[in-house]
C-alpha cells in the first residue's frame, strides 16, 4: 500500500478515519515512551502533548501550502482535531489498561 504524504493534512484529522489513526499512533508512541522513561500516571498528560505537537505541525502545513489562511477556521480546525485525537487516545488507553469506566469496563 502506498502512502501519499500529500493527504496528511490537518483536516484529515477531522475525519473519523484520520482522528483515529492519529489516536492510535499517539497511544503506540506513549506507551513506547512510557517504556523508556516513568509516565506513570502522567499518559494522559503525555497523548495531549503529542497530540499538540503534531496538529501544530500540520497547521503550520496548512499554512506554508497555502491550503488554510491563519485565522479563526484554523485555530477551529486545531483545536478540534487535537480535542477528538486526544479524547480517542485517551479512551484507547483506558480500554487497553482496562482502566474503571472505560468502554470496555463500565464498572
Do not use: C
Not at 496538529?55 to 489562511?69: C, P
Not at 480535542?83 to 480517542?88: K, P
Amino acid at each position: 500500500m502506498d502512502i501519499d504524504l500529500e493527504t496528511l493534512t490537518l483536516a484529515a484529522l477531522l475525519t473519523t478515519a484520520g482522528a483515529l489513526g492519529l489516536a492510535t499512533i499517539v497511544v503506540g508512541i506513549v506507551a513506547v515512551i512510557g517504556r523508556l522513561f516513568v509516565l506513570e500516571g502522567n499518559e494522559s498528560k503525555a497523548a495531549a502533548v503529542l497530540t499538540f505537537a503534531f496538529v501544530l505541525l500540520l497547521s503550520v502545513q496548512a499554512v506554508i501550502s497555502q491550503t488554510m489562511e491563519v485565522g479563526i477556521p484554523l485555530i477551529l480546525a486545531a483545536v478540534l482535531a487535537w480535542y477528538s485525537v486526544t479524547r480517542l487516545a485517551m479512551s484507547i488507553h483506558d480500554d487497553a489498561a482496562n482502566k474503571p469506566r472505560s468502554l470496555r469496563n463500565q464498572t
